[in-house]
């Protein structure tokens, strides 16, 4: 019959050995920011949920930033971060770390001088990508130092120009400034792949070949706010992966410089030439590469007590049907 927490399970529904399925990693999330209320600390009713806190910024023409709660996103409560920009803008919120494991150093092991973790967030652009300039969806820049910084990284998530055509591009840089080399090759989306006033779950990964100390990048991208499995294809629409160069300089232990934070939004005064609006939900930093990202809640759903009574009300169900039709 198997112990009683086997039996337990089974009795739940959890048969089958989902309660301990083997799709669970060790990878968890260590900052989020579900821009659930206008405040600067953490918790509900701040931007940042949990790993650090927030801080407003917006400047430039037509920059602004706040909190909505109407569509596009619709969560079962709280808002998300509505940005509009105009020529020369920084728009977005700057997230300061509590600690290094709660920042992009998270991802970083200066012993084996590897680089292993992901991030999501949740998308919606104003115009589509056929219509973006330069840097109009540039969305997160962490560590961009003008300075050469040994054993530094930065990580890039924007639009970029390529073959004429504006794309969505995700690198990772060795060093920073103008000496910086890419050790994941930027890897772009094609250039007709965003639609204005749709909604993405964008979800980005790097992992480390121990053995040769190559990184590799895998943008994931899914439309609507469900969840991204990366075992299950069926589950986003767009995938594209690079690697490029092998990790050069031993790592510094505050590789993405947490201290100074970063922001998420648009974070770089490009010359964009025209207003654009940007909405952005539910930033996640993960210290290890997950099998999944979460989607964006779209109903209520049961405490766990709640599913248990559920769970144990339908055993009951069962047991007394099958009572009924033996008399």
């Given at each position: 019959m198997g112990s009683k927490l086997q039996q337990v399970a089974v009795a739940?529904?959890?048969?089958?050995?989902?309660?301990?399925s083997s799709g669970i990693t060790c990878a968890k999330v260590v900052l989020e920011a579900n821009f659930s209320g206008s405040g600067t600390g953490t918790g509900a009713g701040n931007m940042v949920q949990s790993g650090g806190t927030g801080m407003w910024g917006a400047?430039?023409?037509k920059a602004s930033v706040s909190?909505?709660?109407n569509n596009p996103f619709t969560?079962?409560?709280?808002?998300?971060?509505?940005i509009k920009i105009g020529p020369h803008a920084i728009a977005g919120i700057k997230i300061s770390p509590n600690s290094a494991s709660t920042s992009f150093n998270s991802w970083v092991n200066t012993t084996k001088n590897t680089v292993n973790g992901a991030f999501d967030l949740f998308f919606q652009p104003s115009l589509a990508s056929?219509?973006?300039?330069?840097g109009d969806a540039r969305l997160l820049h962490v560590?961009?130092?003008n300075a050469n910084v040994n054993g530094a990284l930065q990580l890039v998530l924007t639009d970029a120009v390529v073959s004429g055509a504006e794309h969505m591009q995700l690198a990772l840089y060795e060093g920073t400034g103008s000496g910086s080399k890419p050790l994941a090759a930027p890897i772009t989306t094609s250039a007709t792949y965003f639609a204005a006033n749709t909604v993405y779950h964008i979800a980005g990964t790097f992992t480390t070949d121990t053995s040769t100390g190559h990184v590799t990048a895998h943008l994931y991208i899914a439309k609507g706010t469900g969840a991204i499995?990366?075992?299950?294809?069926s589950t986003y629409e767009y995938s594209v992966s690079?690697?490029?160069?092998?990790i050069g300089a031993a790592l510094a232990n505050d590789a993405f410089s947490y201290a100074s934070g970063f922001i998420v939004g648009h974070p770089d005064a490009w010359a964009i030439p025209a207003a654009m609006g940007l909405n952005v939900d539910t930033f996640r930093i993960y210290n290890n590469v997950p099998t999944t990202f979460a989607g964006l809640p779209s109903a209520a759903v049961p405490a766990p007590a709640s599913l248990g009574l559920v769970a144990l009300g339908s055993v009951g169900l069962l047991l007394l049907s099958r009572r009924r039709k033996t008399v």
């Open positions: 739940l529904g959890f048969g089958g050995g989902l309660l301990f400047t430039g023409p909190i909505a709660t969560p079962v409560s709280g808002g998300y971060l509505g056929t219509s973006w300039g330069m560590n961009s130092s499995d990366i075992t299950n294809s690079g690697t490029n160069s092998a």
